[in-house]
C-alpha cells in the first residue's frame, strides 16, 4: 500500500509558469528525496533533505527548489518551467541508516 | 562518477523460464547494489539487494550475484510469472550507502509472455 503521497498525478502548464508539486510520507522517515523521470525511463536524483541536511544534485537548475514544512513534506518548486522540465517526478523515503527507498506513484509535468 | 549500465533495454521469456539481467558499475568504491520494480503505469518499489560482503543473495525466486572482480551483478529470475512483467532498475552506491549517491541504470523492459 502507498504510502508516499504525491499530488497532483498531472499537470500541464506553458513555458515561463511556476509550479508547485506536494509531498507526505506517513511512514515515519527521516530523509526524503525528488527524483526526475526522463521520457526513457531515467532516473535521476535531484534533492535529498532531512531535517538537519539538504543535498542539491550540482545539475539542478536553480529553478527548481525543495520546500520542508517537516520531516514528512518535502514539496518541489519550480519557478519557470522550460520544455525540458517536461517528466515524470517522483518522491521517495527511506528510514535513517536504511536504505530502501519508497517511491510515491509520481507527478508527470507537460510544459507546453 | 559511478556509471551504471544495464546492457539489456529489453528481455523477453516465457512464463516458466527464468530470466536474467546484467548490470555493470564502474566505480571500485561501490558496495550496495539495489533492484527496483517499476510496473507499467506505477511507480518503483524495492525488490531485494546485495552489499559487497557477499557474492550472492536470494530471495524466493529472485538471487543477485555480485562479481566484484568483474564490476557486475545481476538479478536472476526463476520460474518466472505473467506479474514478473515490469521495467527492473538495478543501481549502485558507494560505501556508507548513502541514497543521495545511488546512480541507476537506464532499465530493462522484461516482458513474460503467458
Known amino acids: 500500500e502507498t504510502a508516499v503521497f504525491q499530488t497532483p498525478n498531472y499537470h500541464v502548464t506553458q513555458v515561463g509558469n511556476e509550479v508547485s508539486f506536494n509531498c507526505k510520507q506517513t511512514l515515519g522517515h527521516d530523509t526524503m528525496y525528488w527524483y526526475k523521470q526522463d521520457s526513457k525511463k531515467l532516473l535521476k536524483i535531484m534533492f535529498s533533505y532531512n531535517n538537519k541536511q539538504l543535498i542539491v544534485n550540482e545539475t539542478v537548475p536553480r529553478r527548481f527548489s525543495p520546500q520542508s514544512s517537516d520531516k514528512a513534506h518535502l514539496n518541489l518548486r519550480i519557478k519557470s518551467v522550460e520544455p525540458e522540465d517536461s517528466a515524470v517526478y517522483l518522491c521517495?523515503?527511506?528510514?535513517?541508516?536504511?536504505?530502501?527507498?519508497?517511491f510515491g506513484a509520481g507527478t508527470r509535468l507537460s510544459v507546453l | 562518477g559511478e556509471k551504471v549500465e544495464q546492457h539489456q533495454s529489453t528481455l523477453s521469456v516465457r512464463e516458466g523460464d527464468s530470466a536474467v539481467i546484467n548490470c555493470t558499475y564502474t566505480d571500485t568504491a561501490s558496495s550496495y547494489f539495489p533492484w527496483y520494480k517499476q510496473e507499467a503505469g506505477k511507480s518503483l518499489h524495492f525488490v531485494i539487494d546485495i552489499r559487497s560482503n557477499v557474492d550472492r543473495k536470494q530471495s524466493q525466486r529472485l538471487t543477485v550475484l555480485l562479481d566484484k572482480k568483474a564490476k557486475r551483478f545481476s538479478l536472476h529470475i526463476t520460474a518466472t510469472q505473467p506479474e514478473d512483467s515490469a521495467i527492473y532498475f538495478c543501481a549502485a552506491s558507494p560505501s556508507g550507502g548513502s541514497n543521495y549517491k545511488l546512480t541507476f541504470g537506464k532499465g530493462t523492459l522484461l516482458t513474460v509472455t503467458p
Open positions: 521517495a523515503s527511506s528510514p535513517f541508516s536504511q536504505n530502501t527507498l519508497y
